[in-house]
């Protein structure tokens, strides 16, 4: 069992940064792929980015490539999402996701722990 927390979103204009993190529970952690996705309203949830167990790598979804950073720190159970140069679009609620295999999953179903989330909103 893994029980994720999320923090970090809030209010930021476009062209701003965050940085979102994920503290998780318990002595599996880094047992577990780990995956960001987001929801908009009226949206279904999106793939956003996903580190293998040891951090040795990451893959993205192409609309935040190069602007978006995923990292963990097994050390502390959490896991990280840095966020620059935000646009509008990325409004959304934010989740942090936990994979029991360590291949790159984009659809939700391929995750088996879920936080509730954190909203990120981008002014124009």
């Known amino acids: 069992q893994v029980q994720l927390v999320e923090s970090g979103g809030g209010l930021v204009q476009a062209g701003g940064s965050l940085r979102l993190s994920c503290a998780a529970s318990?002595?599996?952690?880094?047992?577990?792929?780990m995956g960001w996705f987001r929801q908009a309203p009226g949206k279904e949830r999106e793939f956003v980015a996903h580190i293998t167990t040891s951090g040795d790598s990451t893959y993205y979804t192409n609309s935040v490539k190069g602007r978006f950073t995923i990292s963990r720190d097994n050390a502390r159970n959490t896991v990280g999402l840095q966020m620059n140069s935000l646009k509008p679009e990325d409004t959304a609620v934010y989740y942090c996701?936990?994979?029991?295999?360590?291949?790159?999953?984009?659809?939700?179903?391929?995750?088996?722990?879920w936080g509730q989330g954190t909203q990120v909103t981008v002014s124009s």
């Open positions: 318990g002595r599996t952690f880094s047992y577990y792929a």
């Open positions: 996701a936990a994979n029991p295999t360590n291949t790159v999953a984009v659809a939700p179903r391929g995750y088996k722990f």
